[in-house]
Every structure is written in C-alpha cells, then in structure tokens.
C-alpha cells in the first residue's frame, strides 16, 4: 500500500546555536548548520561530544543559550516543542505498556482530537507500511525489540510532521538486527522523504545512513560532507581517526627526498599525492585497506616487511597487526574512548588483505602499500596538509595478474 503521507518537508537552519549548563559546562558550541528539505542528516560523535544535546536543542527539549533555530520559514527558537511540527524518536522506545499498538500509534494524533475514521486510517497504513498489521491488538510487553521500534518509528510517522528527530533509536538492539533496521530505515526515508536528523556514536551507522554525516567533538562540528568525501577527504586527524572500520593508522613520520619515512620503513611518495607544503614532522595516515599482502598486490606498488603479531581471518578479508618503530597517535589523543585491553599494549598498525594470504602470528610479511592514498596532517593543528584538488585514487591496490 503506497502511503499517503502529507509532504511538508521543511529544511532546518541553526545559526550560532550555543549550549551552556549551570557551572560552565558548554554541550554545545556555536554550531551552524542546515539540513535540507528531505535530506537525511546524521549527527555522529563520541560520548558527550554534544549530539543528543544538539537535537534536543532542534525539538525544543532543551532552550539555546545562544544562536537560532529555524524550521522550514519560521523561527522556533522560542517555541514550546510542541509547537515545532516535528516528532522524536528515542533510544528507550517510550511506548505505553497499557496501551495496544494501535492505540501507541494513534494516541498522538487523539490529543490532537483528530477525527477518529482519519485515525484509523492513518494507524492503518503506517501498520501497513511497517509490517505491523498483525501486531495491533498487541502490548509493548509482547513485541521483539526491533517490534518495539518499529511501533516508536511509527507513532512519529503516523503524525506526519515536518522532520523526524532521531536519538540512537537501534542502540538497545542486538547486532545482526541493527544491521537490518538500518536497511529499513534507509528504505523507509526512500519512501518517505522527511528530513530527518539521526543521532549515532556508531560511524558505521551514521555512513550507511545519512546523505550527509555531520562529525562533532566537544559540542563543535567539525567536519559536514557525503559519507565517501568525508571518509577520503577528512579536514583533521580527528575525523581521519573517527570514520572508518577499522581506524585509520595515524603515525608520526617525516618526509626525506621524495619518501615519506615511519619508523623502519621508507616508501617512495606519489608526486600527485605529496603535500605542497609541509613541517619537517608530519603525521601520516595510511587506512588498512592501503596495504596488501604482496602476493597479490600490483608488482609496481612498494613494500615493507613487517612481524605478525595478530591475524584476523574473518572470510572475506583478512586483518593484519603489526609493530612499527614509530610513535602512533593513539585513541586517547584523539579523545576517543580507548579500546585497549592490556594497559601497556604497544599499539598496532592494521592492514586489511586478501583472505588467501599466507600471514601467520609471528611470522614476516611483506606488504605492499599504495602511496597515492596516504594522508599527512599538521602535527600541533591536526588539520590536514592535502588540498581538496589532490588526486583521490581508491583502487589503485590492484590484484596481481594471474
């Protein structure tokens, strides 16, 4: 059944928007931003960098110490959340466990008096729409979690209002139905279409999701861009750190003749790829997939020879851990909640393989490794040394040719 919703799509503006609580604390910082008719926007972050707040901020749950919030023509910086057309969906579900599915969908647009046949007929095909048609006559307490949420996304959608706010809303799922949701919620704003803000501390979600992902730190935002511009071009070493599964491998480094020096290694730069101008130290960065087991890694690109100290063979790919004599910029540096299980680890480079390799726990690898997709960053401002016309060569690790 195709869904007849009421397409008041309306574009949200902050300008300035600050933060602050009682003792100083600033959540949020002079952020401004806008968010498109129709355009899926993701807020990502770590823990207590300001997202949560920004959104309350866009809903009206929390008031602005400074700065503006407008919604489509109007400015509802001063305006009671209930005033701003726009519906929230939160990590907790917040269903009525009094209540049957039914009567959690259509009880927003009850407060609103709303005639009861427009009610039955809105609580009808958002069922329909959500595969919940079965489930109406049911309470919260017998719903599966992904249930659940589909009932919460539901109520929201069921008031059509002009944006959907969204706060962690698949965190309390498990694994293999995050994965699932996110696929229906993509699906979901296919068909839709309202602009949406989606908070997430999981970049996986939040690339996969959004149209644009927005990076914050500290109640600042640092970076906004498509999900594979801001994954190949991040402006700073927090973001090059942030985005990406596995992280990026972020390494003190210097640049010598026309190679680019890390430890033991030295590898030949990519004039295309070499920063105009730069520090004598530099801080390189190198994704895993950059590297390749040699076997089966273009004869042309260079190598290093490197120990195995863990091998991760998941079937599809392979992820290889290694030392390097070279002092990397860690987790805690870049504020990211460090995932260390052994205090005094020495931390790992990561290099992402063919399944087929040869790698062993203990044993010397060679790896090659592609200069033309290296990063280089400031080592005291973090910003990265790489204009936005510098050459953005994604496959250029190439299979040998058999």
């Known amino acids: 059944m195709w869904y007849r919703y009421d397409l008041r799509m309306a574009a949200i503006e902050l300008q300035g928007v600050t933060k602050a609580f009682s003792g100083g604390v600033v959540a949020v910082e002079d952020v401004t931003l806008r968010i498109e008719d129709g355009e899926f926007l993701a807020l990502v972050g770590p823990s207590g960098c300001g997202k949560s707040t920004l959104l309350r901020a866009i809903a009206g749950l929390e008031d602005v110490t400074d700065g503006s919030v407008s919604i489509g023509d109007r400015d509802v910086t001063d305006l009671a959340p209930r005033h701003r057309d726009v519906a929230m969906v939160f990590q907790s579900y917040a269903l009525y466990p ?20 427009e009610i039955r007929r809105r609580v009808d095909e958002v069922a329909e729409l959500l595969g919940l048609t079965d489930l109406l006559e049911r309470r919260p307490a017998q719903l599966s979690g992904g249930q659940r949420q589909r009932v919460a996304m539901g109520r929201a959608i069921v008031r059509q209002p002009q944006a959907f706010l969204m706060d962690e809303p698949l965190s309390n799922l498990d694994a293999k139905l995050r994965v699932a949701m996110r696929a229906s919620l993509a699906q979901l704003h296919q068909k839709l279409g309202v602009t949406t803000v989606y908070v997430t501390h999981d970049q996986v979600e939040a690339m996969t999701l959004g149209q644009r992902v927005a990076v914050m730190r500290d109640g600042k935002v640092l970076q906004v861009d498509e999900p594979q511009r801001l994954y190949r071009e991040p402006r700073d070493l927090f973001v090059a750190g942030f985005i990406g599964s596995p992280a990026m491998n972020l390494v003190e480094a210097q640049i010598v003749s026309g190679e680019v020096a890390f430890g033991e290694h030295r590898v030949p730069l990519d004039e295309r790829r070499a920063p105009a101008d730069h520090p004598e130290r530099i801080i390189l960065g190198i994704r895993p997939e950059t590297f390749e087991d040699a076997t089966f890694a273009s004869p042309e690109l260079p190598t290093i020879e490197v120990r195995v100290a863990v091998l991760e ?11 390097a004599d070279a002092r990397l910029v860690t987790a805690q540096a870049l504020g990211v ?5 052994v205090a005094d680890s020495t931390p790992l480079l990561s290099a992402r393989v063919d399944p087929r390799t040869g790698a062993r726990v203990g044993r010397r690898l060679r790896l090659a490794l592609d200069p033309a997709r290296f990063h280089f960053f400031d080592p005291v401002t973090g910003t990265s040394l790489l204009t936005s016309e510098a050459p953005q060569l994604v496959d250029s690790v190439a299979p040998a040719a058999s």
């Open 313 to 323: 063979e998941l079937g599809s790919d392979a992820y290889v851990f290694f030392q």
């Open 337 to 341: 909640e460090d995932t260390s299980l």
């Open 98 to 117: 009094h209540m049957s599915v039914r009567q959690n969908l259509g009880y927003g647009l009850k407060v609103r008096r709303m005639a009861k046949p």
